[in-house]
């Protein structure tokens, strides 16, 4: 059996895009945590307890992408559309997890992915969704950490940043977006 592991995080992005989206994305990455850190701490000079997309300047930013691109990792990118009030940002993203899970696991031969932590009771509901979903996923573990405990976490934060900041124009990091494994779900039929 492989011992692929995923690592995941969240982007919400309602401003600035053609269509508001809740995005999930995940890299696969068995890489260690040391080497993650040491090379994407480069980025910049300051001391940060983790890389954030947003706190980034745009000098980090064009710094972060070519250093993850050169990972070769597999992307995958979930985008719960339309995001317009109608419906919960919770509901996206167990609409995201919904689609992603089998993805990770049939797809990809993923059998963990660890999610950037939130509330841990925010964290207790995907778990049970997880749980709920057994008739479609059979051994993917899903666990979660906080973002300043494993460099891994940064990447996908780095990715869903490369995204929205192409999508909205912001800046252009279109190789990055164009090798992501693109997914959507449309909010308004699911």
């Not at 592991?5 to 401003?15: I, M, P, Y």
């Not at 508001?20 to 850190?37: F, K, Q, R, T």
Request: hydrophobic letters at 40%; glycine letters at 6%; one cysteine or more.
């Amino acid at each position: 059996m492989s011992n692929l592991v995923a690592w995941g995080d969240e982007s919400v992005r309602t401003q600035g895009q053609d269509v508001p989206a809740y995005y999930m994305g995940v890299c696969i990455c068995n890489l260690e945590e040391v080497d993650v850190h040491r090379m994407l701490t480069t980025v910049t000079k300051r001391h940060v307890p983790k890389l954030h997309w947003r706190d980034m300047t745009p000098s980090e930013k064009r710094k972060s992408i070519p250093i993850i691109e050169r990972l070769a990792l597999s992307h995958i990118v979930v985008a719960a559309i339309p995001l317009d009030g109608s419906v919960s940002s919770e509901r996206a993203r167990r609409k995201c997890l919904e689609l992603l899970l089998p993805v990770l696991e049939y797809e990809y031969g993923v059998n963990r992915l660890v999610l950037e932590a939130r509330e841990s009771h925010q964290d207790d509901r995907d778990l049970d969704f997880a749980r709920g979903i057994r008739h479609i996923i059979e051994t993917l573990r899903v666990d979660f950490k906080p973002g300043n405990e494993d460099a891994r976490l940064w990447i996908p934060d780095q990715v869903l940043g490369a995204l929205g900041d192409t999508r909205n124009g912001t800046m252009d990091f279109s190789p990055m977006v164009a090798s992501l494994d693109f997914r959507t779900v449309d909010l308004r039929t699911s």
